[in-house]
């Protein structure tokens, strides 16, 4: 099936992605660089992204977990010119490859890559810090609820918290799995069941040229 899926993505991204330049240099820079890509997000799931940030006028972005940034440019591509994106990245070697891709890319939008364990550097934010429009947690899998906590703690009303990766090939619902990034997943599933300050919730599974996978979203109350 994995290679239909495959097929079926460059299907979907022949007709609707439109080529963006940025967006292909930075891919082949990270290859460039001897990063895989199987961390990136897929084009059809960037042009998702890109659509909830449009259709909801967003300008303040947190990212958690920039790896290459090459998610960072779909979310900027979204923003009016000053727009804001805040980006994590918690390993120094994909934070270097990030900063160079961002630079290469000149893009009006300001792009704030920090080097970090995100939750250490999220609690040290300014009391005053503006609230995030949309939250992207892409970061280890262990720490969502971590994330979704100090997510709400920066959020607003209707602010849009988007969580890749969380059906990871079924695994969350085999009670035989106890992986640490597992556990995180479903710990983060309840959270989001019973969190009062979420106005509501889903999850889809994905797939496609990443395999078998899914994302959560869920809205500020
Ligand atoms: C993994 C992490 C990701 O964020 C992703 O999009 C795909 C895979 C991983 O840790 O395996
Ligand atoms: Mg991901």
């Given at each position: 099936m994995k290679q239909m899926w495959t097929d079926l993505d460059h299907y979907i991204e022949t007709h609707l992605i439109p080529e963006d330049p940025i967006l292909t240099q930075t891919l082949k820079h990270t290859d460039d660089r001897?990063?895989?890509?199987?961390?990136a997000v897929a084009p059809n799931q960037g042009m998702l992204l890109q659509m909830l940030i449009q259709m909801n006028g967003c300008k303040r972005i947190l990212e958690l977990g920039?790896?290459?940034?090459y998610s960072t440019m779909w979310l900027a591509r979204a923003l009016p010119e000053d727009g804001y994106i805040l980006t994590i990245e918690g390993r120094d070697a994909h934070a270097a490859v990030a900063q160079e891709n961002i630079d290469q890319a000149k893009l009006k939008q300001t792009i704030d890559l920090r080097v970090g364990r995100a939750a250490d550097i999220l609690k040290s934010l300014p009391a005053d810090t503006a609230p995030f429009d949309f939250i992207f947690i892409d970061a280890d899998k262990q720490s969502y609820p971590e994330y979704l906590e100090l997510s709400l703690n920066l959020s607003r009303s209707g602010t849009l918290i988007f969580l890749d990766n969380v059906i990871r090939a079924g695994d969350i619902?085999?009670?035989d799995n106890h992986k640490p990034s597992i556990e995180g997943i479903r710990k983060m599933f309840k959270l989001m069941q019973e969190h009062?300050?979420?106005l509501s919730s889903t999850a889809l599974q994905t797939v496609g040229s990443k395999g078998h996978d899914g994302f959560a979203l869920a809205i500020v109350k």
């Open positions: 001897g990063y895989p890509d199987h961390l920039t790896f290459a940034a619902i085999n009670p009062p300050r979420l």
